[in-house]
């Protein structure tokens, strides 16, 4: 009997991974069904068991490196500028964003003195093209990313729809709304420091180095929230709409046409399937010697490429004047 009963909890197990396709979308040969500015990953994942985007919290005696590799976090990542080949997309997403590549990931997190635990936060980073970098985030099942990027810097921030979006907790006389004006808002503009170390580097400080023709910012988030009595199908409207007017209102460039994207995911109903696909993983890469320079005379070309996903949704070469 206890046979049985195993033997079906597997077969349960494999049918809720199997991923189905939405009828209302795209049938055809591409990943993506875009619409204007938004663009959604046409493969639909069963509702069944959808899981909060949480920050987790990691034992200190028992935190692994895999743990310290990046759960769900943004990752900053140093390798070597390679690009995807033709038909195997996601071998190279699964191998750049995955636990053996052949750089360090650099985890955001706090410690909490009190539970002896280390626990994710809200992470908002800027780094310039002067030198090859990687970003990756991975895991992602319910949070949202901004990106902005142009030929001189990316500013990429992770936020957290446990902490953000629909907090687990809400302290006396606070409210969501409250919490969201103060952690992501509130980031964007002042930023958010901790001891030795900026959790959400302020995007307010960068903006003089995004006032040209090239910048393009990019809003990565689900396809749904996490309230499944409510279907859960319109996400976080608001928010999503706050975080725009807030970088357009600090960078007005990006108010332009064609220069915010809304690029969507499908949360996948376990980790299981965000561990063994390329499901909730984001990856930016950029180097600035892609071509190197032959003479003094010639200028390197550098290049820059955003993936969601198995999607490119953003690619850039140039050679600076």
């Keep these: 009997m206890q046979n049985f009963i195993l033997t079906l909890c597997l077969c349960v197990a494999f049918i809720e991974a199997i991923v189905v396709p939405d009828p209302g979308l795209s049938t055809s040969s591409s990943n993506a069904h875009c619409q204007g500015r938004v663009c959604q990953e046409k493969h639909i994942f069963p509702r069944a068991q959808r899981e909060k985007c949480d920050a987790a919290r990691y034992p200190q005696k028992e935190k692994s490196l895999e743990a310290t590799r990046s759960i769900n976090n943004v990752s900053i990542v140093r390798r070597a500028m390679n690009l995807p080949t033709p038909g195997l997309m996601d071998a190279f997403i699964m191998d750049e964003t995955g636990d053996n590549g052949d750089g360090v990931a650099v985890v955001w997190s706090l410690y909490d003195k009190d539970s002896k635990n280390e626990y994710d936060v809200n992470t908002a980073v800027y780094y310039d093209y002067k030198k090859e970098r990687s970003l990756v985030a991975t895991m992602l099942r319910g949070c949202t990313m901004l990106a902005i990027i142009n030929r001189k810097a990316v500013y990429m921030g992770h936020y957290w729809e446990s902490l953000a979006f629909a907090p687990d907790e809400v302290p006396s006389g606070d409210t969501k709304e409250d919490i969201f004006q103060r952690i992501v808002i509130g980031g964007l503009r002042n930023g958010v420091d901790a001891p030795g170390r900026a959790l959400q580097m302020s995007l307010t400080r960068f903006a003089k180095d995004y006032a040209d023709d090239n910048v393009r910012a990019f809003l990565i988030r689900p396809h749904e929230n996490s309230d499944q009595n409510n279907d859960g199908r319109d996400g976080y409207p608001d928010e999503w709409a ?50 190197p320079a032959v003479s003094r005379r010639k200028k390197a070309t550098s290049l820059a490429v955003l993936w969601v996903e198995d999607r490119e949704i953003y690619r850039d070469e140039w050679q600076d004047s």
Excluded: C, Q
């Excluded at 996948?268 to 600035?288: C, H, M, Q, W």
């Design 242 to 291: 706050m975080m725009r007017n807030e970088v357009v209102r600090i960078i007005p460039k990006i108010g332009e046409p064609g220069r915010w994207e809304s690029v969507i995911y499908n949360v996948a109903p376990n980790r299981r399937i965000l561990e063994s696909t390329v499901a909730g993983r984001v990856l930016f890469k950029v180097d600035p010697e892609h071509v």
